[in-house]
């Protein structure tokens, strides 16, 4: 199992943007579920964007048109590319890897998690 470790989080005014990254080393392009999380103080963690073993991606309503997820296989890197951000949008971020969705929403196959914050 391979630690995952998010970065690109932080502080944006509304409809500023965001990168996120996260390396997944070791885990090949198609053979796993990838996807972003994100969980707000209060609230259950949610799904945010997913990207499955046949590439394709499926995006929570509310961020549809405006956050895509990608990865590219020379970095082996998972991203997730957030623009126009409102402060709905404000969690802290998960990106999570794993053989099956099943598997995918337990967070023990998802990083620490990187804080985003729009005011």
């Known amino acids: 199992h391979v630690q995952l470790v998010e970065s690109g989080g932080g502080s944006v005014q509304a409809g500023g943007s965001l990168r996120l990254s996260c390396p997944a080393f070791?885990?090949?392009?198609?053979?796993?579920?990838m996807a972003w999380f994100r969980q707000a103080p209060g609230r259950e963690a949610e799904e945010v964007a997913r990207?499955?073993?046949?590439?394709?991606?499926t995006y929570l309503e509310s961020v549809k048109g405006r956050f895509t997820i990608s990865q590219d296989d020379a970095s082996n890197t998972l991203y997730l590319q957030m623009n126009s951000l409102n402060a709905n949008d404000t969690a802290t971020y998960y990106c999570?890897?794993?053989?099956?969705?099943?598997?995918?929403?337990?967070?023990?196959?998802w990083g620490q998690g990187t804080q985003v914050t729009v005011s």
């Open positions: 999570a890897v794993a053989r099956s969705l099943t598997a995918l929403r337990l967070s023990q196959n």
């Open positions: 070791g885990y090949i392009h198609r053979s796993y579920y």
């Open positions: 990207l499955d073993t046949s590439d394709v991606t």
